[in-house]
């Protein structure tokens, strides 16, 4: 049984709180909902919290948030914490816009928090901005040092199930409740975070992320294209902090998960496997595939 629904949230810890806050609205075009010493909200949504920024004196990220849909899948997740060979670290939510939650950290050192979903104004959804206005967050990729355990423990405590894997393990995918081909991708190297992703409504918006990153003097790391896995419609580029977004179409869904057979990819050598992912063919750039973003200490 799926405990988590979809991704909820997104920690930062950032060094520069007001040039993540510019990026974030005056280029993906979120809007504050929050703002207070040392802690700011941002919402694409009627939703108080997606990307939730810290000021600090790193750039790191500090939790993944997923999101279960009642309190009663939080209670349940969190009794399988320590089964799973994990440690709860709090029995309390991090935000106030959610009504319960679990934080827990992994043997490899990533912190989860399994909350209630967040506050959502949803006859309300739309704000002036000059950015894009994404419709969600819609997934993340973190970096592992052991996929196969980490996995173990997603399933484990949330339910989740895998999607999709190389036969090598260097990239993973797992899906929730929501059925979308993944919340979280898993990629193996040192503990850290790949990318978190915003989804977009239209194809022509790419044309103005790469309008808008040139205004500021930036440009897109990769894309647009299409990722077989998923089948979703993408870009990436490199937000303030130095962590990388995607911006991601929606993706296909798993419509039958008791009959479903996650797919395994084989054909890992280039050039032969570029269109594994990306359909249209222009391979993923080195900055793109040797991307670390560091994942804070747990203590």
Not at 83 to 101: F, K, M, T, Y
Not at 124 to 132: D, H
Not at 161 to 167: G, I, K, P, S, Y
């Amino acid at each position: 049984m799926h405990l988590v629904f979809g991704v909820g949230h997104i920690k930062l810890n950032v060094r520069d709180v007001g040039a993540m806050i510019h990026d974030s609205t005056e280029i993906l075009g979120l809007r504050v909902t929050k703002q207070e010493a040392g802690e700011t909200w941002l919402s694409s949504n009627g939703r108080k919290a997606e990307l939730v920024l810290l000021q600090s004196d790193e750039n790191s990220c500090h939790t993944i948030g997923l999101e279960a849909l009642a309190a009663e899948a939080v209670a349940e997740a969190a009794s399988r914490v320590d089964g799973a060979g994990c440690r709860v670290l709090s029995r309390e939510p991090s935000l106030a816009c959610c009504d319960a939650g679990v934080t827990f950290a992994t043997p490899e050192g990533l912190r989860f928090e399994v909350h209630t979903p967040a506050r959502d104004d949803m006859y309300n959804p739309r704000y002036p901005t000059n950015g894009i206005k994404p419709r969600r967050l819609d997934h993340i990729n973190l970096i592992t040092p052991d996929p196969v355990a980490t996995r173990r423990q997603l399933a484990e405590i949330c339910g989740m199930q895998l999607t999709e894997r190389m036969v090598n393990e260097a990239l993973s995918w797992m899906h929730g409740g929501n059925r979308q081909h993944h919340i979280l991708g898993l990629v193996r190297g040192p503990v850290g975070l790949h990318h978190y992703s915003f989804e977009f409504s239209h194809f022509s918006d790419y044309c103005r992320l790469g309008d808008i990153l040139d205004g500021f003097d930036r440009q897109v790391l990769w894309g647009p294209g299409r990722h077989r896995p998923g089948d979703n419609t993408y870009a990436y580029y490199l937000d303030a902090s130095g962590a990388i977004v995607e911006c991601s179409g929606a993706m296909h869904t798993v419509a039958d998960d008791a009959h479903f057979v996650p797919n395994v990819i084989t054909n890992l050598e280039r050039p032969g496997n570029v269109r594994q992912m990306n359909v249209w063919g222009s391979p993923a750039p080195q900055e793109w595939r040797e991307h670390h973003f560091p994942f804070a200490r747990v203590d």
